[in-house]
T-cell receptor, first 114, second 112 residues
Framework: DTGVSQDPRHKITKRGQNVTFRCDPI?????LYWYRQTLGQGPEFLTYFQNEAQLEKSRLLSDRFSAERPKGSFSTLEIQRTEQGDSAMYLC????????????FGSGTRLTVV | SQQGEEDPQALSIQEGENATMNCSYK?????LQWYRQNSGRGLVHLIL?????REKHSGRLRVTLDTSKKSSSLLITASRAADTASYFCATDTTDSWGKLQFGAGTQVVVTP
């Protein structure tokens, strides 16, 4: 297990299309987080899971955004009807709650909506 | 809105010099963490300091925490060109344990 994997690394899509990103966390970690980052800004929290339970999704930017984590393993983030304003880096991270050792981030998925 | 704010926004130094950046936050924390991000990449965890700690060291990194002022500082000693990156503080607040909120970051450039 070499860390958190995100796929794809880059995605270019036309406005109005749906996109789905995948995140494979570190297998021993029980928490998984999604963040969005735009140029020059820090990561903005979107949602997170503890095992398969989604603990908070109020920060998802609109009802076009949804995330799942079936069986508490990998997670997907879907954006429906993409808009140009959705262009950003989408970051996934995982951690083990209670360990107090910080997050492990993936390399991110860079989304460009044209 | 972001919980933490870093200062300065950008810092340019020469190799061998020390780099200091500060982070201020708004609400009570369980811990505060610092991360590094190289351009276009994910974030790398550097160091975590708990709310009952005042100072912590890791290699060339020194972090301080003043909970009365709701502030933290990150010092990188004897900087190297490879330290060029953006540095973010992140807070684990008492009302959302385990969920980090990030500041906007300090962009550090170290020139040879």
């Amino acid at each position: 297990d070499t860390g958190v994997s995100q796929d794809p690394r880059h995605k270019i899509t036309k406005r109005g299309q749906n996109v789905t990103f995948r995140c494979d966390p570190i297998s021993e970690h029980n928490r998984l987080y999604w963040y969005r980052q735009t140029l020059g800004q820090g990561p903005e929290f979107l949602t997170y899971f503890q095992n398969e339970a989604q603990l908070e999704k109020s920060r998802l930017l609109s009802d076009r955004f949804s995330a799942e984590r079936p069986k508490g393993s990998f997670s997907t983030l879907e954006i429906q009807r993409t808009e140009q304003g959705d262009s950003a880096m989408y970051l996934c991270a995982s951690s083990f709650l209670g360990q107090g050792s910080g997050y492990t981030f993936g390399s991110g998925t860079r989304l460009t909506v044209v | 809105s972001q919980q933490g704010e870093e200062d300065p926004q950008a810092l340019s130094i020469q190799e061998g010099e020390n780099a200091t950046m500060n982070c201020s936050y708004k609400t009570s924390i369980n811990n505060l963490q610092w991360y590094r991000q190289n351009s276009g990449r994910g974030l790398v965890h550097l160091i975590l300091i708990r709310s009952n700690e005042r100072e912590k060291h890791s290699g060339r990194l020194r972090v301080t925490l003043d909970t009365s002022k709701k502030s933290s500082s990150l010092l990188i000693t004897a900087s190297r060109a490879a330290d060029t990156a953006s540095y973010f503080c992140a807070t684990d607040t008492t009302d959302s344990w385990g969920k980090l909120q990030f500041g906007a970051g300090t962009q550090v450039v170290v020139t040879p």
